[in-house]
């Protein structure tokens, strides 16, 4: 499948969060963006979110939201990703061809959360950094 060219803001972000923040990502302006960036491995904090889409997207960033039942054929693309066993139709417009190459790649609300929760291991790592470079004096 041959990807698409980011024409709008949300193909783009959706592209550069698929690809794990990847690429270039302008500021967040809108709400969506912002849970985007999230999802991308920015460090951001995002809002309450307000529409049934932003449930989607939150619960994907690993927000501890309850998500609707989807509606719209945009909204069971977002449910299947967000970690619900639904089925879901033929994409048809960009944004759907972007987020079922999201569940192609096995992208889904879990594989986000881990990859945004930094494991013992990496924890660890950043302590004895941490240690070392004081006493080395460093302050990182």
């Known amino acids: ?17 698929k690809d794990g923040g990847g690429g270039e990502m302008p500021a967040p302006i809108t709400r969506i963006e912002m849970f985007l960036a999230k999802i991308a491995g920015q460090n951001i904090v995002t ?11 939150a619960r994907i960033a690993g927000e ?23 089925a879901t139709p033929e994409p048809i417009t960009r944004v759907e061809l972007i987020l079922g190459e999201w569940i192609e790649y096995g992208i889904t609300a879990k594989s986000v959360t881990n990859e945004l929760q930094p494991s013992a291991d990496d924890a660890a790592a950043t302590l004895i950094k941490a240690k070392s470079a004081q006493k080395k004096g460093v302050n990182e």
């Open 1 to 17: 499948m041959k990807e698409p060219k980011s024409i709008t803001r949300l193909e783009l972000f959706l592209e550069v969060a």
């Open 47 to 57: 809002p309450k979110p307000l529409t049934r889409v932003e449930t989607f997207f």
């Open 64 to 86: 501890d939201v309850e998500i609707p039942s989807p509606i719209t054929r945009k909204e069971m693309f977002l449910a299947k990703i967000a970690g619900e066993d639904i």
